[in-house]
Each structure stands twice: as C-alpha cells, then as structure tokens.
C-alpha cells in the first residue's frame, strides 16, 4: 500500500549549503500492517512522512500510496491517505463535529453520506460527549482523537501518524494504539513515527529505524533484539540504541 | 467509503468548503466582531457628534458675535438733547433698511456730566459722549464737530456693541451730509453715483449650501481604512493562524490545488470585508440621516442630483477595493509563521495602503481612467468624484478601477498560492521572516538590490539636505557630499561585508594591486590610461558645455543659475586650491567610489558576461545622472557617466575614473584662469558684467575638444594595450 524507494531530500540551509534530510531511504508498509519509523531527531522522519502526505516534493526516488506517486499524482495519494501530523491540527473555534463535517466536505463526500460518516467516526472515536464543543476546550486526548478523525473522514487505505501520542498521557497513548491496532485489523496500512518505543514495541508488525536519513535497520521486533549486541536487555529500545550507537549520532550535511 | 457517495473533490467545491470552514471560525473571533460590527457603528455616531458640537459651538459663537446689541447711551453737554433727536432719528431712518450691523435697541439718556461718569464707571452706560453747545449748528453748517467717545472700562463693552454705536454715529454724519446738500440745492443721488441691485439675491441666499461634496472624501478615506481593517484579523488567521495552530498541514493535503485552498480563503476573508463595508455604509447612512437634523441653518446633508447614482458608484468601487484588501491581506501575511508575525508584516502595509487611499484627497486629484487604475486610491477617487461630480462623467474610470481591482486581486491570489506551497516559506525556521534584514555573510560584491540602497538614501539625505545646507558651497559641498554620498555608502558597506577590493575596484589599471611594484611597461600603461582619461574629461566638458549652450543658451532654469552664481563665487572669493578641492577633488573621488564602485560593481555582479556590462554601465550612468538633479545637466552627466563606467570596466581600476571625474570638474577652474585670472574676472563682476552671460563656446574651444576627446579614448587605449600586453590582467577576477 505504502512504496518508498530510494527517497531522497535535500534542503537548502540558510549559509547556502545543502541539508540532506532523507538520503536514499527504502521501505514499504502493506495492507493490514502496522509499521513503526524509528529515529532520534533530525534523523529524518518527519520528512519522509511529509513526502509521503504529499507536503514535500522529493529531491529523488519515488513514494507510492495506493499505487499512486506523490509526484505524479499529489491528488490522487491525498485521496488514499489519512496524515495525522505531529502537532494536533484542530482548529481551536470549531468543534469535533464541524471539524469532521468540514474535511468531508473536502474530499467531496455527498452530504448524506458525510453525515453519515462523521457520526460513525464520533461513535467510533469515542468523541460522542463532546461532538458539539469547541476544539480549543478539549483535552490532548480528545483532540488527537479529532485529528486521527479527520484523516479517517473520507476512508483512506493507508494513514501515516507523526508521533500520534507525542502529546498524551500512558492513558491516551493507550486508547489511540488500540485504535489503530483495530484500524490495522480492518485492513489499513499504517505508518508511525515515535520516540517512546515501548509504547509500540508490541503493537507494530515491523519497524525501520532511520538514522542520517538512511535507513540503517528494519525489520520485526524479533530481528532487532536478535540483532543487538547480547548481554544487555532484550527490548526494542535496547536494540535501537544498539544500532544508532554503532552509526554515531548527528544527522549528515 | 471509498469512492462512494463522493463527488470530484477540488475545484470551487473545495475553495467554497474551505471558505465556509474559514467563515465559521473568523465569525467566532471576537477580534473580527469588534472591528467589523463595533467599530463602524461606534465611529462613525462619535465623529458625526462631535463635529456637529464643533459646529454648533462655532456657530454659536458667530451668531453671538453679529447679532444686535442693546446699546446704553448717555449724553452731557449743552448739545445733548439736539444729538439725541438726531440719533433717534437716523436710528429710525436706518431701520427702515436692512442692515446686518445694527444694535438691536439704543437707550439713550441726557445727564450732567458727573452723572455719566458716574454710570460709565459702574458700567451702568456702555458709553459716554459730552456733546459741546454748538453741535447742532455745526452739523447743520459746514463745520466739523468733535465728539469725545468714552466707553465703559470695567467691563468693557464687546468689540460688537463698539462696531454698532460706531454705526449709528455713522447714520448721523450721513443724515446730517445729506441735509447739507439739500440745503445746497445738490441732489441726493449727488452722493450715490453708483447703487447695486441683486435681483435673485433672496432665492440664491435661501439655496443651503451642499456639504457631501466637501465631507465626501475624508469619509470616503475613512472607508477605505476601516474596510481595510475588517480584512486585517480575518487575513491573519486565515493562513498564518493555520500555521501558528499546527492545522495549515491537515489542510494542504485535502485533495485540492493550492489555488483553491487560497480560493476558498480568499472568500471567507473577502465575505467578511465586504460585511465591515456594508456595516460601515449603513451607519455612515443612518449617522448622516440623524446629523442632518443636527446642522446649522443653511447647511444640508442632501445631494444635489439623488443618492442612487453616486451610491451606486461607490458600492462598485468599494467592493473592488474589499477584494483588492482582502487579497493583499492574504498576500502578505502568507510567509509569515504566526499571528503575530503577520501582525507585525500587515501593519506597516495596512499604513502605507491607508496613505494611498489618502492621497484621494489631495487638491486637484480627479477620476480620469490612468489615476483611477492606481490601487486603493483610485476606488476612493472614483467614488469621491460621483459624489462630487455630474454622473456621466465616472462610467470610465469606474470601468478602469474596477478591471484593475479584479486584475491585481487575481494576481495577488496567484501568489499567495505559490508562497503558500514554496517548502522554504512553510518549514522554515521562526527567524526566517526577518532574513531579509539580517546582516549578510561575507562575499565578492553587493546584489543589484544592495546597490541602490545607497543611492535612495543618498536622494533622501539630498532632500533633506536642502533644508540644511548654507548657500555658500564651502561648507555646502563638503555636507552634501557626507550627507548624501559618503554616510550612506560607509554604512552600506559596514552592513554588508563584501570583497571592498574587489568592490572598488581599488587597483592600478590592468588590475595589479595598489601595493605591487610595476615594471616600465607598467609605469608606461598607468600613464597613458591616466594621462587618456584627463583628455577625456576634459573633452567631455567642453563637448558637453558647447551642447548645453546651443541647445538652451542662457535661458537655464533658476536652481541652475543659482547654481552657477556659487560656483563662480566660490572660484572668485575662495582661495585657488580650495576651490579645486571642493569643485573637484572631493566630488571626484566621492562619487567615483558610490558610482563606479559600488553601484556598477553591482549593477554588473561577478563574472558578468559583456552584454551584463554595458547594460550595468548603462544603468549606473543614469543613476549618475538622476543624482545630478538638475535636468540641464543630466544629458551631459549621462555621457561622463558612460565613459567613466566604460573606463572602469576596461581597465578593472576605479583610477582612471576618478582622475577622468577630477579634470572634468577643474576645467571651470582652468577658463577662468585663461578668462583672466580670478582677479580679473572679479573685477569684471563688480564692474556690474555678468560672469554667466556666455552664449556660446568659439568654434576652435569646440574642435579643440573634440580633438581632446579623441586623443584621450586613443591614448587611453594604448594604455590598455601595453596592461595586457605587460600581463598585468592575468588572475584578475573582476
């Protein structure tokens, strides 16, 4: 469902030199799979989700959703994808159900059907008690809730989350993994980014950890803990430092 | 749900879907409330009533001042009751005629003396007069009689009851004129040659006077501004607020073009302005309806020719202007990364955008098609001259405004959506929005940009300069050349940190440094470039100053001949050398280094192909020449200009310029020693001959300065033959 192949991008820095944020990363996520992207800051995972939302242009390689290319076909990946960015992207004066309400309207649903699927998501999302109060008074939970809503709003395939429980308690973070584990059972490819691996360590079917914008491992939780070093615990968090400590840390430039 | 109960997404179905989000969020901003609802119908109430209380109170004050006053007269003296029948009497008399100075009422009474004193003093009596026993036969007779006025002290009668007795006594020597010409047998028309009549005078003077076209454009102002403020909140949240929210993202992957997301924008802030005008129409209405009970007498708020029309005109013209501001808005704020960086971005914009609507209402400005085309003034223009004007005269600037308002809304929407989709404006850090003025990192040269910052500051510090600068050049070219050359030039460069070498160009010609010992070739080479540029200079004058007289003779304009009268004032008052400095030293090396090596270094940038050359060479001239001012003496200082671009670029040095500028500018120095000598010529001066009266330069000065010229471009190039040849270019980088 979800296709990168040797993706590439560069920034232009502000002295004039070139930032190589993603440098010739390779992955894929199928149907009915979770897949959690690993990484310390700046090593490159926020852009290579901004490529996949279509935000970002690549400098080169190909990012495929749904077997469409976000170069090509910007609009047909955004109509198979649902992005939850990292910070919650709710507007604070609307409430959850005009939220909703107004991305069906964007992504052109009928307005019987829209209804129909903003009162689904409300249900499903558990947002029911609060549907008809301004965002800005809701709490971090409810308003990822929100968030994760609207990327559902028009039935993406895939969807693609920039550190989804970045903002919320063990609570939250939980009822947001639970969901997506029933989204990944309904058949949806998706894609995670986050720094509290064990958060995800049992929930993610595979991981790629990102480093200097190259990827420099993937694979099950099983294939990381083998791969670490032995002796020490046998957790992804251990294995992720493992990796990145035999890379060295800092981004390339 | 994919793809079922779907239509295609995009299109005005998302923009209007963007649009109706956007509106629903702006509407529940209280900021927006206040400026579109409020303010309008707050303002306007508040300046109509305190400028009617102006109005009344100054009115009022009028009325005061003209109207009748009830004067107490009291008379002593022998002569005192004769006066009195005789002011009774023209007091009569004058009623019988309109008069707008006349006392309402006199109350006269004859006293002793003593007694009137008495009554001045405790201001019983406005005024006293002691009339002598022989007043009467006097004023029947041919004698004069004197009458001493004493007015009351404490409190002293107004200024008006003054004016009014002045009046009556005015009545009385006009009667008593009168019957002494009837007694002389001299009609009474004997005195009234002349008497003017006005028919039409009681219909014109009840005709109130109309004060909408007088009021019309500062309100009209006053609407562009507050129309622009209702755009100002809902423009801010619409993109920057998206981004500072962290929602701009969830909203640029909806299956939608960037030009529709802006579209959709534009419309929610557009609805909302167009709702700050309506508000601000209806109360301008409603205040004008209860301020026309309110005016004074002879005042009407009501147009001559109906309201439909010029309404009409101006709801056009406004609503242009609503779209113009809303896209601006938007255009503005797209780059910034929170409200409050919008909000710094918009401000100066929305004060700069209020100053052109204000220039509307500058004397003379009517709605012809070119001016009405001009942004934010040309709507209020229009809409003004409907109100002022006969209704057929707007159609074609309405037309013009309006296609200019569409145009520029159109493109100032195109890009907003490039900015809104450029990666660089959307991920960018916080400090990015002030980029543009942080000081730059070290390089070769400056941008064509940084090349004319200096020459605006310059033309800057030139006007104000005039105010400063004393009229005797000594002092005056040595401020003007610090104030406008020099200060903003060392504080360009200090900011900047370029290669200033490299810059300027500071190098012997042929491009070896100023340090660097030369062989003969290259002694030989400098000499012969110099010695080039001198003839040259010298040519120029003489070509130039010949041109200058045939085409325009003596008849320059006045700052010219002011010019030329301090310049032989400084050349005949001042010591020689300290002419030459000022007149040409400091002028010489001073602009040469602004002109030839900042402005063309950067009109021409690095590694600049031939044709990127002549157009910096070009450009700079003309720069050259615009700093000059005076019309008379831009063709000539055009041509200097070239040569001494030209003559830098060939040789890669800023000297060959400067020695160029420096003979060019002595030449007045060497004719007046030819002419004579300094003492001579001073001499010639007070003697009362014009120094300036030259009206044409002698053939053979003619040739001999063309022969010049041609000399100079020749030895000129030699001398940069023998650089290339003695390979004193090899390395050079400019």
């Known amino acids: ?253 | 749900m994919t793809g079922a109960g779907r239509n295609r997404p995009g299109g005005l179905h998302a923009a209007l879907a963007i649009a109706r989000r956007d509106l629903v969020e702006f509407v529940r901003d209280r900021r927006t409330l206040v400026v579109t609802l409020i303010l309008p119908v707050a303002m306007y109430p508040m300046l109509a009533l305190s400028t009617a209380l102006g109005l009344r109170t100054a009115a009022t004050e009028i009325q005061v001042e003209r109207a009748p006053a009830r004067i107490a007269v009291v008379l002593s003296g022998d002569g005192a009751d004769a006066l009195a029948r005789r002011i009774t009497a023209a007091d009569a008399t004058a009623r019988r005629r309109p008069r707008s100075v006349w006392p309402a009422q006199i109350r006269l009474e004859t006293v002793t003396a003593a007694e009137a004193k008495r009554r001045l003093d405790a201001a019983e009596a406005d005024v006293w007069v002691d009339v002598p026993a022989d007043c009467d036969r006097l004023l029947d007779g041919a004698g004069t009689v004197e009458l001493p006025v004493s007015w009351a002290a404490k409190p002293p009668p107004p200024a008006r009851v003054q004016e009014q007795f002045t009046a009556v006594m005015t009545e009385v020597a006009d009667e008593a004129r009168r019957r002494r010409l009837s007694a002389a047998g001299v009609p009474a028309a004997f005195l009234e040659p002349v008497r003017l009549t006005f028919p039409g005078e009681t219909a014109a003077a009840a005709a109130p006077k109309q004060i909408v076209p007088i009021v019309a454009g500062g309100v009209l102002v006053l609407l562009a501004v507050l129309t622009l403020t209702g755009a100002f909140y809902p423009a801010i949240d619409a993109i920057a607020g998206e981004k500072e929210r962290g929602t701009i993202e969830t909203l640029l992957i909806a299956p939608c073009a960037a030009r529709d997301i802006v579209f959709g924008k534009f419309l929610a802030v557009f609805a909302i302005t167009l709702v700050t005008l309506v508000v601000n129409v209806a109360s301008i209405g409603a205040t004008a309806a209860v301020a026309g009970r309110y005016l004074p007498a002879g005042l009407s708020l009501e147009l001559p020719r109906g309201v439909v029309w010029p309404a009409a005109v101006g709801v056009a013209a406004f609503t242009g202007l609503a779209a113009l501001a809303s896209a601006t808005c938007l255009a503005v704020t797209t780059a910034a990364k929170s409200g409050k960086e919008a909000q710094n971005t918009l401000t100066p914009v929305i004060l700069l955008v209020s100053a052109l609507a204000g220039t509307a209402l500058l004397p003379g400005m009517r709605a012809a098609s070119p001016v009405a085309a001009v942004p934010f003034a040309g709507q209020v223009l229009v809409a003004r001259t409907a109100f002022d004007e006969a209704s057929g005269g707007v159609a074609g600037p309405l037309a013009a405004t309006i296609v200019s308002s569409l145009l520029l809304t159109w493109l100032l929407l195109g890009v907003t959506a490039l900015m809104l989709t450029d990666e660089d404006i959307l991920f960018r850090g916080p400090d990015a929005a002030t980029k543009g003025l942080a000081r730059p990192s070290r390089r070769e040269r400056p941008t064509v940009v940084e090349g004319v910052v200096p020459l605006v500051a310059g033309l800057a510090a030139l006007w104000y300069a005039q105010g400063l600068t004393p009229d005797d050049l000594t002092l005056a070219i040595p401020l003007q050349q610090v104030l406008t050359v020099l200060g903003p030039l060392a504080l360009v460069v200090w900011w900047q940190r370029v290669n200033l070498v490299r810059t300027f160009s500071v190098r012997w010609p042929g491009g070896m440094p100023l340090g660097a010992g030369g062989s003969g070739r290259h002694v030989a080479s400098l000499t012969a470039c110099l010695g080039g540029a001198g003839l040259v200079g010298a040519g120029l004058f003489g070509i130039g100053a010949a041109a200058l007289l045939a085409v325009k003779g003596t008849a320059l304009s006045a700052e010219a001949e002011d010019l030329n009268r301090r310049l032989l004032h400084l050349m005949l008052e001042r010591p020689g050398w300290l002419a030459w400095c000022l007149m040409a030293v400091v002028p010489a090396v001073c602009e040469e280094f602004l002109f030839r090596g900042w402005v063309l270094a950067a009109f021409a940038g690095a590694g600049a192909s031939l044709r990127r050359l002549a157009v910096a060479v070009v450009a700079q001239a003309a720069c050259f020449a615009l700093f000059h001012l005076l019309p008379e003496r831009m063709p000539q200082t055009f041509a200097l200009g070239i040569a001494l671009g030209a003559m830098t670029v060939a040789t890669h040095s800023i000297l060959p310029a400067i020695v160029c500028h420096l003979v060019h500018n002595s030449i007045p120095l060497g004719l007046v020693a030819l002419a004579g000598g300094r003492a001579a010529l001073a001499a010639a001066a007070e003697a009362g001959g014009s120094t300036t009266d030259l009206t044409g330069i002698p053939p053979w000065g003619v040739a001999a300065a063309v022969m010049g010229m041609v000399c100079g471009v020749a030895l000129f190039a030699v001398g940069i033959r023998i650089a290339h040849t003695a390979g004193s270019s090899k390395g050079d980088d400019a």
């Not at chain 1, 690549?58 to 990946?77: Q, W």
């Not at chain 1, 920039?162 to 969901?179: I, Y």
């Not at chain 1, 894609?191 to 950890?209: A, G, M, N, Y």
């Open chain 1, 1 to 253: 469902m979800i296709e990168v192949v040797d993706l590439v991008k560069h920034y232009r820095a502000s002295d004039g030199g070139v930032v190589k944020a993603v440098d010739g990363v390779s992955f894929g996520v199928a149907a009915g799979e979770m897949v959690g992207l690993l990484g310390a800051n700046g090593a490159g995972k926020t852009t290579t989700l901004r490529v996949l939302a279509t935000l970002l242009k690549p400098t080169s390689g190909t990012a495929v959703v749904g077997g469409c290319d976000v170069c090509t076909d910007p609009v047909g990946v955004r109509q198979r994808l649902g992005y939850v960015s990292a910070t919650t992207g709710v507007p604070d004066r609307l409430t959850p159900r005009e939220v909703l309400d107004s991305f069906g309207r964007l992504h052109g649903l009928e307005p019987a059907a829209r209804r129909a699927r903003v009162e689904q998501l409300l249900d499903v999302l558990g947002l029911r008690s609060c549907a008809d109060r301004p965002a800005g008074r809701l709490s971090s939970g409810q308003r990822q809730r929100v968030s994760l809503g609207r990327a559902l709003v028009h039935g993406p395939p895939a969807l693609v989350l920039d550190e989804p429980t970045n903002a919320l308690d063990v609570v939250g973070a939980r009822d947001l993994l639970e969901l997506l584990a029933e989204l990944r059972s309904a058949g949806h490819a998706i894609l995670l980014s986050t720094h509290r691996l064990h958060e995800i360590e049992q929930r993610c079917d595979r991981f790629v950890v990102i480093h200097g914008g190259r990827v420099v491992a993937a694979g099950t939780r099983q294939d990381l803990v083998a791969a670490a070093p032995a002796g020490g615990p046998a957790t992804l968090e251990a294995a992720f430092f493992a990796v990145i400590e035999t890379r060295g840390l800092g981004a390339s430039s």
